[in-house]
């Protein structure tokens, strides 16, 4: 099974847009299995925590990798 990733919202009469470079590539008439994903309200209060508990990870002696050149 392949699988593709696109975003969308669904419109005021319930249907989802598929984009026309991901309609191309599925073929017409097959059977499909539709997966939907919805953000929730509490995905920003974790992206927040994640943060700053990796930040809370940094000490001052981690300042000398700053200096590297990023090439």
């Known amino acids: 099974m392949k ?3 696109f975003q969308s919202e669904l ?3 319930n249907k989802l847009t598929v ?3 991901i309609a ?3 073929p017409q008439g097959r059977p499909l299995r539709v997966m939907v994903l919805v953000t929730e309200n509490d995905d920003a209060a974790w ?3 994640a943060a700053a508990e ?3 990870g940094y ?3 981690d300042a000398i990798y ?3 050149s990023t090439r």
């Open 47 to 49: 992206e927040q925590l």
């Open 59 to 61: 000490a001052e002696s």
């Open 54 to 56: 990796f930040g809370s």
């Open 3 to 5: 699988a593709v990733e």
């Open 11 to 13: 419109s005021p009469d």
């Open 19 to 21: 984009p026309d470079r």
């Open 66 to 68: 700053d200096q590297l």
């Open 24 to 26: 191309g590539s599925i």
